[in-house]
């Protein structure tokens, strides 16, 4: 994921002489990738790309305390301050709840287990809904986030500060002062705070106030129903974390993609929850009037426990391959915000306590010297360049890629063009080719109606493309060599295909399934080659103009008999006779049959070959010969009678 902050908000919250393209460039070498610098006004965009497991970096404090650890290794000063996260968030906000007189209640239950790590929240009295400061609204806009107003900012400033998001509800909108904690069922609705009605696939994390009306779709976005308006004067501050399975599951099956789903899907810190919430309530105090008006509800089933890691300096050095002082060592890990403690034998033992924010990333001795390496700066590391290792291929798979390559390099060089296709197809293109949905895999999370059905065959694929491109040459040869997924009763069984498809004629398709077959060395009367017309409905539905000509061979079949050498055949030191023959082509009429017929019938029969086709007439040409003497001209031609014969 990528993240906006300005420069002059990452100065909030940490004391530096670097400027913007100092951390840009010093940042991108040991940490995240700050892929650009904007300048706009007084004020600088980053625009950085967080790696999947370290969410933790996804906020203004995440990237100034990478930048306390990195920056500091190329003499620039860099020290985190003000770090709201270090302080007591109960004592922060403690002389507001003692000041309470007549508190509002929240009837707060979880129904299912599981579903929320920590849930946190207060509720706040005496709220003036505004614009929110200059500032805010700034900062905000300049990352991409729409300003809305001064309590709905405060919400998504927090969020961008800690890498936390918030959720604000209107305190008076929830039905019975109660919210509910469960699993949705399949088919329940949410109207969310764009306006758009989400059906839920079930299972998934939402709340339900006292009157049944489901208000929250957690994780991902609000309800509408309990949304604050400019009307509202009560509100419920409300900051947690959520099971990250069920959010992406959530998040992906119903297509909602919001910015806080990204955060809540990666697994957030818990103990993030309780200094997020008191600094909210303190910018809500400042800028919105908010007075807190009810305890503090916490629910933390099962609170964080410091682990620690102890490894060896010369632990260290040996995985690093340099030798890096125990000092520098401990500024990193400490910078980093990992607590360390020196001890035993020549204080060369490292006791490493892991912080909360990385406990899900951070859990053997080599994460460890994975972070003091990045934070050294890889580049820094001698350039050696390790054994190389020889893994040596199964000998099926090694025939697979060598069989894959030769194929299509032969298909190329007769002018074909090899067409990539995605391994899914839609309901309309089944229909077109006569087949049914029933027999096919269907996805569960289809990234569109388009891409629902998993292949059993490459030629509607294949058909479509000749379809797409028709116009754009007058002749279209494609193949594809991919696999097809047949339905099993567990995982499905994946067979490799490949499909030829023309729309120029049958004749010119056989010659190309023939030439492969002999640059195979493959028999090729032995095997299924059976080239398929496009049918007229399929052609018309597709909107095709010309006649399309297939066929699919079943690939696993040419690598069981592919050989590298042709079988070698004695030369014939007798002559050959070739006699041509005209055969009428009519309903039924198969060179594979006419071929039976005439090698059944003459011993003398050495080959047969199509010549050409011209008003409904056949040509083939026929070859005899004896393996023990010089047959005459008049003995071919009594075969051929015999074979014209048996031919009509």
């Known amino acids: 994921m990528n993240i906006k902050i300005t420069h002059n908000w990452l100065l909030d919250y940490l004391d530096t002489d670097a400027g913007p393209y100092d951390v840009q460039k010093y940042l991108s070498l040991s940490g995240p990738s700050i892929e650009t610098v904007e300048k706009i006004d007084d004020d600088y965009v980053y625009d950085i790309e967080i790696t999947s497991n370290r969410i933790d970096m996804a906020s203004v ?169 400019e009307n509202t004067k009560r509100i419920v501050l409300f900051v947690q974390t959520y099971n990250k399975q069920k959010i992406r599951r959530t998040s992906m099956l119903t297509g909602q993609r919001t910015v806080a789903a990204t955060y809540f899907e990666k697994g957030l810190d818990e103990e993030r929850v309780e200094p997020t919430l008191a ?61 360390v403690l020196v001890g035993g034998h020549h204080d060369v033992s490292l006791r490493v306590a892991v912080p909360s924010w990385r406990h899900k990333d951070i859990s053997i001795k080599e994460d460890i010297v994975e972070e003091i390496a990045r934070i050294y700066g890889y580049h820094n590391l001698p350039n050696i360049l390790q054994p190389i290792a020889y893994v040596k291929e199964s000998k099926e798979m090694e025939k697979l890629f060598t069989l894959q390559f030769k194929v299509k390099t032969f298909l190329k060089h007769l002018g074909l063009n090899e067409v990539l296709n995605y391994s899914m197809i839609s309901k309309e293109l089944i229909g077109n080719f006569g087949m049914e949905t029933a027999g096919h895999l269907t ?111 079943d690939f696993q079949t040419l690598i069981d008999n592919y050989k590298i050498l042709p079988q070698y055949h004695p030369i014939n030191p007798y002559s050959v006779i070739k006699l041509d023959l005209n055969i009428q082509k009519k309903e039924g009429t198969d060179f594979a049959k006419i071929k039976k017929i005439a090698y059944q019938t003459s011993k003398l029969l050495t080959n047969i070959e199509f010549v050409s086709v011209f008003q409904n007439k056949l040509t083939f040409r026929f070859y005899f010969n004896s393996p023990e003497r010089n047959i005459t001209e008049e003995e071919a031609k009594e075969e051929l009678e015999k074979i014209n014969s048996q031919l009509h």
């Open 61 to 229: 404090l995440g990237i100034a305390r990478e930048a306390q650890a990195i920056l500091p290794q190329y003499g620039i000063k860099a020290k985190i301050k003000n770090n709201p996260l270090e302080q007591n968030g109960f004592s922060r906000i403690g002389n507001g709840l003692s000041r309470i007189e007549n508190p509002l209640k929240l009837d707060i239950h979880l129904k299912n287990e599981g579903l929320c790590s920590r849930f946190m929240t207060i509720v706040l009295d005496n709220v003036t809904i505004d614009k929110a400061p200059e500032f805010m609204n700034r900062r905000l806009t300049l990352s991409g986030i729409k300003s809305i107003n001064n309590v709905v900012n405060i919400s998504n400033y927090l969020m961008m500060t800690f890498g936390q998001p918030t959720h604000v509800f209107d305190y008076d909108k929830i039905g019975a002062g109660k919210m509910i904690m469960r699993e949705s069922k399949a088919g329940e609705k949410i109207i969310t705070l764009d306006d758009k009605e989400v059906t839920l696939p079930g299972g998934d994390i939402v709340i339900e106030d006292g009157s049944g009306r489901l208000i929250d779709l957690c994780g991902i976005m609000g309800g509408a129903n309990s949304a604050v308006s």
């Open 443 to 553: 996805l569960a999370n289809a990234m569109n109606e388009e891409l629902k059905y998993m292949r059993i065959s490459l030629l509607p694929s294949l058909v479509k493309n000749i379809k797409d491109n028709q116009g754009r040459s007058d002749k279209l040869k494609l193949f594809e060599l991919a696999k097809v997924y047949i339905p099993a009763n567990s995982l499905p069984e994946e067979l490799y295909k490949l499909a030829i498809a023309v729309d120029t004629d049958y004749f010119d398709l056989k010659g190309i399934v023939e030439a492969l077959y002999r640059e195979l060395n493959i028999n090729f009367d032995k095997f299924d080659k059976s080239i398929i017309r496009l049918n007229s409905n399929t052609r018309y539905k597709l909107e095709i103009k010309k006649d399309v000509y297939m066929v699919e061979l």
């Open 279 to 339: 600094c909210g309530a303190k910018l809500l105090e400042k800028y919105a009037s908010a007075k807190i008006a009810s305890p503090l509800y916490d629910i933390y089933p099962q609170p964080y426990r410091p682990k620690q890691i102890e490894i060896n300096i010369g632990e260290i050095n040996h995985k690093i391959g340099v030798e890096i002082p125990r000092e520098k060592i401990v500024d990193i890990l400490e910078n980093l915000g990992f607590l």
